[in-house]
């Protein structure tokens, strides 16, 4: 056989590819026009999508939180999390009553929020990005099929590959079953205004955040509203980097891009934390690249202690 892949051959498999990836473009579209999300008024206002390529990073989001291959990516940062949920809880979970109720706010595509949820607590998640949400309730869809939606994310990734076939490779989502009444409720809306309620004030045992801190608009008033609803004797636990690349709608704001020296003396106002590591990690990447962006991650456990957190909720 031929070593180089002849021309007509290739374009019309990466046609094919893309063709894969408009159908599942299709699928969230039609979701799109049923109207917008749960408990939302139709006349609020969604801001559009942000960045230079949100249909790319939803298809490999989609890759590294549902699907097989993504395993690779997801295991070590979802693994600490729940892990140090299920440290830190150890001795309240065998207690006979209600579940532990845990908040995952900028929950992307839902996954972290899944696997909690699956070692038995009771989690809400939020998720302010409109393709994101709208992705989750795709995975909602499935009803119980696995792999139910095909993907081939890397179609146009033809620099840096390993092997000729490595950019018109499928992974398929989701790889695990995921049945009605499995994926927690995913709130539309942004941590800060959906859990910044009186309401939600000491309400949550736990807080688990997964590339979530440095998304946020305003980082001082995020670790506030943790402060805010989770219980004294809580805990949040978190993974990700401080990057500050999110391409933020400017009518919002700049936030402040603090260092983990400044981020970690904010939150010991709060809660004390208890461990905290560096970890290197990847985020949506190409796995099949000989090209990577690699973020040092910090990962915390933090208990929460008794000072009051004010401002929040007040109005």
């Not at 374009?11 to 917008?36: F, S, T, Y």
């Not at 139910?148 to 840096?160: D, E, I």
């Not at 939150?267 to 099949?288: G, R």
Request: with cysteine; aromatic share 8%.
């Amino acid at each position: 056989g031929e070593l180089t892949w002849k021309g007509e051959e290739q374009v019309q498999a990466m046609e094919d590819a893309v063709k894969v990836n408009i159908e599942l473009l299709d699928k969230l579209g039609a979701l799109l026009k049923e109207g917008p999300p749960k408990g939302l008024d139709e006349r609020t206002h969604i801001d559009a999508p942000q960045g230079s390529k949100p249909a790319q990073v939803l298809l490999q989001t989609f890759t590294r939180e549902w699907s097989a291959e993504g395993l690779k990516e997801r295991g070590e940062c979802h693994d600490l999390l729940v892990s140090a949920l299920d440290a830190h809880f150890k001795d309240k979970k065998d207690e006979a009553g209600s579940k532990l109720k845990i908040a995952v706010p900028g929950a992307s595509l839902g996954r972290l929020a899944f696997d909690i949820a699956q070692r038995g607590y009771d989690c809400t998640a939020c998720e302010g990005r409109v393709l994101q949400w709208y992705g989750s309730e795709l995975i909602r869809r499935t009803a119980g099929e696995k792999e139910a939606l095909k993907l081939q994310p890397f179609v146009l990734s033809t620099c840096n590959r390993f092997k000729r076939l490595d950019h018109i490779r499928e992974t398929p989502v989701p790889e695990v079953e995921v049945k009605e009444g499995q994926l927690p409720p995913v709130v539309f809306g942004d941590f800060l205004k959906v859990f910044g309620t009186s309401e939600s004030r000491a309400s949550y045992d736990g807080l688990a955040t997964a590339f979530t801190v440095d998304c946020s608009p305003n980082i001082l008033r995020f670790v506030r509203t943790a402060a805010h609803i989770v219980r004294p004797g809580g805990v949040w636990v978190n993974f990700g980097p401080l990057a500050y690349d999110t391409e933020h709608d400017e009518g919002h704001g700049h936030g402040v891009e603090l260092s983990w020296e400044e981020l970690r003396y904010a939150i010991s106002h709060f809660f004390d934390v208890t461990e905290e590591k560096f970890v290197d990690s990847l985020q949506a990447s190409n796995w099949e690249s000989m090209m990577q962006i690699q973020y040092s991650c910090i990962y915390f456990r933090a208990v929460r202690n008794s000072t009051e957190s004010t401002g929040i909720g007040a109005r």
